[in-house]
């Protein structure tokens, strides 16, 4: 496997399941970030975790639920979710911002949620 | 607030040239990417732009005027390809990205 790798592709869930969504990267970075991508807007960032830890949460409902147990991994788990959640929700991955530095992100494919 | 402003759909003939301008103000500014998404797939990172002037990369170029709060992607010799949306993305004071709504690009032969 190389780069960046999401699972699943596609999910469906009803609104009271609960299931989670798998982001691994393979670049040796140190930050990884969940996106949210709705059609015709701009990427939302949900969450940030840079050398393993949060910093950034963005005001994203309790419903989303990030973790991260190793600088590879991260998953956001799912739960109660409303009809306004179906999006795409993109990983990506960079170098942690130490100083100074234009590090770019490199993304997954993304998960295609819809919830019914 | 932060905002960037680019145009929702521009449509230009196959083997013509392309400019996408992507506007922007933000709180601080560490850099300007451009990215490309094709339907259905990821962002893929095309340049970076943190000085003033024209960064040339084979058929792409992109130019920054941080003064006026400005950026362009030019696409040069456009192929069928090149149909894809471009997302300008903004780093600000605190090294995250602020984007665009994207650019979605149609290329007729």
């Known amino acids: 496997e190389t780069g960046v790798t999401q699972t699943p592709r596609h999910l469906v869930m009803g609104m009271t399941n609960k299931k989670s969504l798998k982001c691994e990267q393979h670049?040796?970075?140190?930050?990884m970030y969940w996106y949210k991508q709705s059609a015709k807007k701009p990427l939302e960032l949900m969450f940030v975790?840079?050398?393993?830890?949060?910093?950034e949460n963005n005001s994203v409902p309790s419903r989303f639920s990030p973790e991260c147990p190793n600088s590879s991994h991260l998953f956001l788990h799912l739960h109660t979710l409303q009809p306004e959640d179906s999006a795409l929700y993109l990983c990506?991955?960079?170098?942690?911002?130490?100083?100074?530095?234009?590090?770019?992100?490199?993304f997954g494919p993304g998960t295609r949620l819809t919830v019914t | 607030g932060q905002n960037i402003d680019q145009p929702t759909e521009m449509t230009a003939t196959e083997g013509a040239i392309v400019q996408i301008n992507c506007t922007y103000q933000?709180?601080?500014?560490?850099?300007l990417f451009w990215y490309q998404q094709h339907a259905g797939e990821a962002p893929t990172f095309l340049s970076y732009?943190?000085l003033d002037g024209l960064e040339e990369k084979g058929r792409f170029s992109s130019f920054l005027s941080r003064s006026k709060g400005y950026s362009y992607l030019l696409l040069k010799e456009l192929q069928m390809k090149d149909s894809a949306s471009y997302l300008c993305?903004?780093?600000?004071?605190?090294?995250?990205?602020?984007w665009g709504a994207g650019t979605k690009l149609i290329i007729k032969p």
């Open positions: 670049l040796g970075h140190n930050a």
């Open positions: 993305a903004v780093m600000d004071s605190n090294y995250q990205l602020i």
């Open positions: 990506a991955s960079s170098q942690a911002h130490i100083g100074t530095g234009g590090y770019e992100q490199y």
């Open positions: 732009n943190v």
């Open positions: 933000t709180s601080g500014f560490n850099g």
């Open positions: 975790y840079s050398l393993e830890e949060r910093v």
